[in-house]
């Protein structure tokens, strides 16, 4: 969602830097989704601010219309419209009524009709429909009465409530940036003579390697050489420093056309990645990050899977496996649903949280609970110093590298192999498994990147046939046991970036009612099982006869050499997944064909698949 840039240089030397370094950060930013963009910029002259309805294109062309004055200190964002329609009025930064203060913000002010009306009684009218343009009035009150930013940001950090990454400008200090953060993600970039604010560290990451995480409730005042952090009573507060392993052609296309592409293709990295590092010289599991006691893991009698979307595809598919290595039940719970129905959760139940961004707030709000129950939560996060990788008991990262592209992908593998992993280390650990056995799993895990590699290859008969289908309005997916997962994220890709209505349903449950929905050339993709698990593999193929029968188009991803989906599929309509790869290790190739359809039907259409509709890369309200 909304995406914060801030830069402070020296206040002596205005340039245009602190411009462009902002301009180049909201432009690393667009992934996360927005509708307008805005900058504020300050230094020897009074504040000045331009911002615009739509893509940063259009910002950066106001500015050439209409150039900025050098400037020492910059904020600018890309807003993904809450409180009030996207337009350039209620773009950010928001300016106060003096025009001294300009602010930037992630997240919802929930009270902020009751703090309008308290505006309102001093004679201060909102410009704007948002929430956030009541903080610039508020902090412009404080400054006022003779507070510094940083005192003014603390006292109306009080009054708000909500969640909240704010940064503000006081044009009469250009010498510093003040930011407040409770639920929404900041972090601060370490420069040399310059340091820089981001709502995550793609903001800055062509500038700096060197980050600070801010816990909780804090705030943080930056100049171009310090940065103090307090809580908002304002004792002074720790913030741990880590250091990028992003780097900027990371966070490019790499020749690719668009980024879904560049990530589509990076899975084999993505797996290779998780996994290296994770096993020692003698082949033994090694998972340093697990901080929480072994004695705590060992005495688990659940484990709740909790995330959103394709995470939580990921942790249905991870269920299959630990429960079948480990003999432990395993819940996989959307985010959202948990916190509010009272869960069965205690020091018992190991809350494991999956999320790419690390930021999404349905899953951050699930682990809070889980941890006020006497849970440890384990998260599976791709995003380095994010806040679902700050507050839980440990963390296993999936070092993915930066997934631009809203759409996920190569986060869904790395997510599926690292919590593999976890289910591995369990297994070992509670002595569900031998060591020897566990080699053997995770040998066949090493052979994964291999096997993508093998489906990629098949890239461009996937995408003719995308290609032929563009016209599709509504399509259907099944599989049973891993691949019902894989059929639910394969429907959720298209729907995404198509916008095409998609349903995924578990092949078994077809007979109970979806079949109703077949009928002559409705697309129906069929995850098949190996041959080698006989009993699951008749069975789908008795639904492919079903379908077959009722007229529906059948596009089938089975394994290599399996004969019998041909005398139901053409073969020109047939993916194949490696011969030999174990059934719980599938879906790490099963997903491809799926995502490279979606991804193709929706250029077909002419839409963008890195920024799709509607959809912000991270979730960052509930
Ligand atoms: O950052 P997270 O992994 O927590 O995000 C969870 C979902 O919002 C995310 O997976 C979403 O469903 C993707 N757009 C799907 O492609």
Same mark, same amino acid.
């Given at each position: 969602?909304?995406?914060?840039?801030?830069?402070?240089?020296?206040?002596?030397?205005?340039?245009?830097k602190?411009?462009?370094?902002v301009?180049?950060?909201?432009?690393?930013?667009e992934?996360? #989704?927005?509708?307008?963009?805005?900058?504020a910029?300050?230094?020897?002259?009074?504040?000045?601010w331009?911002?615009?309805?739509?893509r940063?294109?259009? %910002? /950066?062309?106001?500015?050439?219309?209409?150039?900025?004055p050098?400037a020492s200190?910059a904020?600018?964002?890309?807003?993904?419209?809450?409180?009030?329609?996207?337009?350039?009025?209620?773009?950010h930064?928001?300016?106060?009524?003096d025009?001294?203060v300009a602010?930037?913000h992630?997240?919802?002010?929930?009270?902020?009709?009751?703090?309008a009306?308290?505006?309102?009684?001093?004679?201060?009218?909102?410009?704007?429909?948002?929430?956030?343009?009541?903080? =610039?009035?508020?902090?412009?009150?404080?400054?006022? /009465?003779?507070?510094?930013?940083?005192?003014?940001?603390?006292?109306?950090?009080?009054?708000?409530?909500?969640?909240?990454?704010?940064?503000?400008?006081?044009?009469?200090?250009?010498?510093?940036?003040?930011?407040?953060?409770?639920?929404?993600?900041?972090?601060?970039g %370490?420069g040399e003579?310059?340091?820089?604010?981001?709502s995550?560290?793609?903001?800055?990451?062509?500038?700096?390697k060197?980050?600070?995480?801010?816990?909780? @409730?804090?705030?943080?005042?930056?100049?171009?050489?310090?940065?103090?952090?307090?809580d908002?009573?304002?004792?002074?507060?720790?913030? /741990?420093?880590?250091s990028?392993?992003?780097?900027?052609?990371?966070?490019?296309?790499?020749? +690719?056309?668009?980024?879904?592409?560049?990530?589509?293709?990076?899975?084999?990295?993505?797996?290779?990645?998780?996994?290296?590092?994770?096993?020692t010289?003698q082949g033994?599991?090694?998972l340093?990050?697990?901080?929480?006691?072994?004695s705590?893991?060992?005495?688990?009698?659940?484990i709740?899977?909790?995330?959103?979307?394709?995470?939580?595809?990921?942790?249905?598919?991870?269920?299959?496996?630990?429960?079948?290595?480990?003999?432990?039940?395993?819940?996989?719970?959307?985010?959202?649903?948990f916190?509010?129905?009272?869960?069965?959760?205690?020091?018992?139940?190991?809350?494991?949280?999956?999320?790419?961004?690390g930021?999404?707030?349905?899953t951050?709000?699930?682990?809070?609970?889980a941890?006020?129950?006497?849970?440890?939560?384990?998260?599976?996060?791709?995003?380095?110093?994010?806040?679902?990788?700050?507050?839980? @008991?440990?963390?296993?990262?999936?070092?993915? #590298?930066?997934?631009?592209?809203?759409?996920?992908? /190569?986060?869904f593998?790395?997510?599926?192999?690292?919590?593999?992993?976890l289910?591995l280390?369990?297994?070992?650990l509670r002595?569900?498994?031998?060591?020897?056995?566990?080699?053997?799993?995770?040998?066949e895990?090493?052979?994964?990147?291999?096997?993508?590699?093998?489906?990629?290859?098949?890239?461009?008969?996937?995408?003719? %046939?995308?290609?032929?289908?563009? @016209?599709i309005?509504?399509?259907?997916?099944l599989?049973?046991?891993?691949?019902?997962?894989?059929a &639910?994220?394969?429907?959720?890709?298209?729907?995404? &970036?198509?916008?095409?209505h998609a349903?995924?349903?578990?092949?078994?449950?077809?007979?109970?009612?979806p079949?109703?929905?077949?009928?002559?050339?409705l697309?129906v993709?069929?995850?098949?099982?190996?041959?080698?698990?006989?009993?699951?593999h008749? !069975?789908?193929?008795?639904?492919?006869?079903?379908?077959?029968?009722?007229?529906? !188009?059948?596009?089938v991803?089975?394994e290599?050499?399996?004969?019998?989906?041909l005398? +139901?599929?053409?073969?020109?309509?047939?993916?194949?997944?490696?011969?030999?790869?174990?059934?719980?290790m599938?879906?790490?190739?099963?997903?491809?064909?799926?995502?490279?359809?979606?991804?193709?039907?929706?250029? =077909?259409?002419?839409?963008?698949? @890195?920024?799709?509709?509607?959809? =912000?890369?991270?979730?960052?309200?509930?």
């Amino acid at each position: 969602m909304c995406g914060i840039v801030g830069y402070i240089g020296k206040p002596e030397s205005p340039s245009d830097k602190a411009r462009d370094v902002v301009l180049e950060g909201l432009a690393r930013l667009e992934y996360r #989704g927005y509708d307008s963009a805005g900058i504020a910029v300050a230094g020897s002259q009074p504040l000045a601010w331009l911002k615009r309805e739509g893509r940063l294109d259009n %910002l /950066k062309a106001a500015i050439e219309a209409e150039p900025l004055p050098p400037a020492s200190a910059a904020i600018g964002h890309t807003r993904w419209a809450t409180h009030g329609a996207p337009s350039d009025t209620n773009s950010h930064p928001h300016i106060s009524h003096d025009e001294r203060v300009a602010v930037v913000h992630n997240g919802i002010i929930e009270n902020h009709a009751a703090l309008a009306a308290e505006l309102a009684e001093r004679g201060i009218e909102r410009v704007s429909e948002t929430d956030t343009e009541i903080a =610039a009035h508020l902090l412009a009150i404080e400054l006022e /009465k003779g507070a510094d930013l940083l005192d003014a940001m603390r006292t109306i950090a009080g009054k708000l409530e909500g969640s909240f990454a704010l940064v503000a400008l006081d044009s009469q200090h250009p010498e510093r940036l003040v930011a407040a953060r409770r639920n929404s993600p900041l972090v601060v970039g %370490l420069g040399e003579g310059e340091n820089y604010l981001g709502s995550d560290v793609a903001a800055f990451v062509g500038e700096t390697k060197r980050a600070l995480e801010l816990g909780q @409730d804090t705030i943080v005042e930056v100049t171009a050489d310090s940065v103090n952090v307090i809580d908002f009573d304002g004792n002074p507060t720790q913030a /741990k420093e880590f250091s990028v392993d992003w780097d900027l052609s990371a966070v490019a296309k790499g020749g +690719y056309e668009t980024f879904m592409d560049k990530e589509i293709h990076e899975q084999p990295m993505a797996v290779r990645e998780t996994l290296r590092a994770r096993t020692t010289e003698q082949g033994n599991l090694q998972l340093d990050e697990l901080r929480i006691p072994e004695s705590i893991l060992r005495s688990i009698d659940k484990i709740i899977v909790v995330a959103c979307g394709t995470a939580a595809y990921a942790g249905h598919v991870a269920k299959y496996a630990i429960e079948h290595w480990c003999r432990i039940p395993v819940e996989i719970e959307l985010a959202h649903e948990f916190r509010y129905r009272d869960p069965v959760v205690n020091e018992k139940t190991l809350v494991v949280a999956i999320s790419q961004s690390g930021e999404t707030m349905d899953t951050l709000m699930a682990i809070r609970h889980a941890r006020e129950q006497g849970s440890k939560v384990l998260a599976i996060v791709n995003t380095q110093g994010s806040t679902i990788a700050r507050e839980s @008991d440990a963390v296993l990262y999936t070092h993915a #590298g930066p997934e631009i592209a809203v759409a996920s992908t /190569k986060a869904f593998i790395s997510q599926i192999a690292a919590a593999y992993l976890l289910g591995l280390y369990l297994a070992e650990l509670r002595g569900n498994k031998y060591v020897d056995e566990i080699a053997g799993y995770l040998d066949e895990l090493g052979k994964m990147p291999g096997r993508i590699e093998q489906v990629l290859e098949q890239e461009e008969q996937i995408r003719e %046939l995308a290609r032929s289908m563009a @016209d599709i309005d509504s399509v259907i997916f099944l599989g049973r046991h891993v691949g019902y997962p894989v059929a &639910l994220e394969g429907a959720l890709k298209l729907k995404e &970036l198509a916008y095409v209505h998609a349903e995924g349903f578990a092949a078994g449950e077809l007979k109970h009612g979806p079949i109703a929905l077949i009928e002559e050339d409705l697309p129906v993709f069929v995850i098949v099982p190996t041959p080698r698990r006989p009993l699951l593999h008749a !069975k789908v193929i008795s639904n492919l006869q079903e379908v077959r029968s009722r007229g529906a !188009k059948l596009i089938v991803i089975a394994e290599e050499g399996d004969e019998d989906v041909l005398k +139901y599929a053409d073969p020109s309509q047939v993916f194949w997944a490696p011969r030999t790869t174990p059934t719980l290790m599938m879906p790490l190739v099963t997903v491809i064909p799926l995502q490279i359809f979606a991804c193709e039907v929706a250029k =077909a259409k002419g839409y963008d698949v @890195d920024k799709p509709r509607n959809l =912000a890369k991270s979730v960052t309200v509930e």
